[in-house]
């Protein structure tokens, strides 16, 4: 019973949206209740998943919820998030998904026309990832609860040989990748819920990731070092998790990072940075220097990469910090997402 | 795209909360719409867990929701249901749980009381049934939905040794055997909702049926052919599915069934069947008549098996039927639960 003698460091009395915002809130929560009672020693409590061995093989092992508002939105559904989502969770771990199982949670009242478009995008997108969906489960709430239907899958994949990712591997002089624009999937969901006035043509970037990293990874594995797919907290949450967990500096050159006009006069409208809007079909790769040019040219080459970008690099000092360099030479400290201002974007 | 061209059985229009009971609606929803569309031509859709090969290693998956009302219960919680469901699941498919998963859809307001409590009752469960928590993820969503928390858990498991467990395989003169009482859980769940005014004692069976399940291969794994956990729906669902997928009749001697008084009483006022309450602790298994009696002497020589029975057996005819026999010499046709009479049970 040793679970039960266990101290844990959340002192927040109640829950609230930020816990689930996937910036400092949700961090706290993960690492101050949910690890140390439930995930042994060996677990990296915010990695994207879980590489175990099962039966003597390595496997990798993860599980996302979608909750996402509204169900469908320009460039996909609940039902693409849920299936892409984990097939990028294993991707960036440097895994190929082999088989997803899903759960839904239905709302009494959901019309069956609407379910059945979403188990066809879940269909459609697994058969695009090269994923065979092998169970599942259905429960139903009352009328009133579960925003129509929340899914959940849990997928496991099996490594990708010769890629050994771990922020312990990234060192000063390595290279940031970044495989395209960011911030298009939260504001097009924001654009979907007609919270601000403005017409755009933004589609939510949701997609398998895998192809990318297979492209990357062929050229480059012996120098791949990290990956991560910025998704809730977008790219700065994710460069600072790795400024932290390999304890560098992250230099981002702020001029470099893709993003679509629509993105950035979206997130001036609303005071946001576009580094801490979420992003489902991008990730970020640290690359030693000598594989970096290999490993861009050839997500450029590849389908859907080709505005791809080295966007930083890895230095010694500041420690554990991610610094912002603008075009006008200026710095700044980019910190990680903080509150939730796009709630229930996955 | 063959998937956009799949036709669908399923005709109702909207989603009602019977089919998330296990009984008639929910195949009806699973057979006639998840299937066809989601799932590929060797998985069995209705199976506690798909037998796939990862990596050049077999394993098992599984995956469940958990929407319980109320969150914890005389005997047991729902973060110990949804350790001890996944973990049963892959048991009665022949499997040991190596490894879960877990997800959180929390309701903004939740007091962080409530959620370190089922944290440590999952930790607590996931201890005694000998796996590892190996990852998660949390969504948080507004005020008034999810009742608390929805919790998602998904599970891989080893397959144990020796056994090869399908419908196929069960053939006329096996017999049946059950593991001890049922319909605790339902009838607990609905005493602790006070929607009885019933004053009892009596406990949810929640349980790893793990040790159970392989105190029982280690006698008589070359006669074990079909196992199963009858929750959702209860013993009358899960045979009502053995008989239809093998094509024999399942005998019942509904004497030899054991039930509580508590049960049997609260099921008499509600007009309920204990053959249709739901179960977290107790399965099924068709064993053949040369190893029947080995597997129950083992089952009642194993912690909490002592109340293990042999309550039927298959025969030839009336094909695809459950047939209950009863003390005085009746018969009557045993149906698969219809609609849903406890809703919301795990």
């Not at 200026?330 to 509150?339: A, E």
């Amino acid at each position: 019973m040793a679970a039960a003698l266990t101290k844990i460091r959340f002192r927040d009395v109640q829950i609230e949206m930020a816990h689930g915002a996937g910036g400092k809130a949700s961090r706290r929560l993960v690492e101050g209740l949910f690890a140390p009672i439930l995930f042994g020693p060996t677990i990296e409590p915010l990695a994207d998943a879980a590489h175990i061995e099962v039966n003597g093989t390595r496997l990798a092992i993860t599980t996302d919820s979608f909750v996402v508002k509204p169900l469908r939105f320009p460039g996909g559904s609940i039902g693409e998030l849920a299936v892409n989502g984990t097939v990028n969770d294993l991707a960036v771990s440097g895994a190929r998904a082999q088989a997803l199982v899903v759960t839904y949670v239905l709302e009494a009242g959901l019309s069956t026309e609407t379910l059945e478009t979403e188990v066809r995008a879940m269909a459609k997108a697994a058969s695009a990832a090269g994923v065979v969906i092998a169970g599942g489960d259905t429960k139903v709430v009352e009328n009133g609860k579960a925003d129509g239907m929340y899914i959940t899958t849990a997928g496991i994949g099996a490594p990708i040989p010769g890629l050994a990712l771990s922020p312990a591997a990234v060192h000063p002089g390595d290279k940031v990748l970044l495989s395209g624009p960011i911030g298009d999937h939260g504001i097009a969901i924001l654009l979907a819920r007609g919270d601000l006035e403005i017409e755009a043509d933004l589609c939510s970037d949701t997609r398998s990731v895998l192809p990318l990293v297979e492209a990357m990874a062929e050229v480059a594995a012996p120098g791949l070092r990290w990956m991560r797919d910025p998704t809730r907290g977008g790219v700065a949450t994710s460069l600072n998790e790795l400024a932290r967990d390999c304890g560098f500096a992250v230099i981002l050159s702020e001029d470099a990072v893709p993003i679509r006009d629509t993105v950035r006069g979206a997130c001036e409208i609303l005071g946001l940075d576009p580094l801490h809007i979420a992003n489902e079909g991008q990730f970020l790769a640290v690359v030693s220097p000598e594989h970096a040019d290999a490993a861009l040219r050839a997500l450029r080459a590849a389908s859907g990469g080709d505005q791809a970008a080295i966007i930083g690099e890895i230095r010694e000092q500041p420690s554990a910090t991610v610094l912002g360099l603008t075009g006008y030479g200026g710095t700044r400290v980019i910190d990680m997402l903080v509150g939730d201002p796009l709630p229930r974007i996955c």
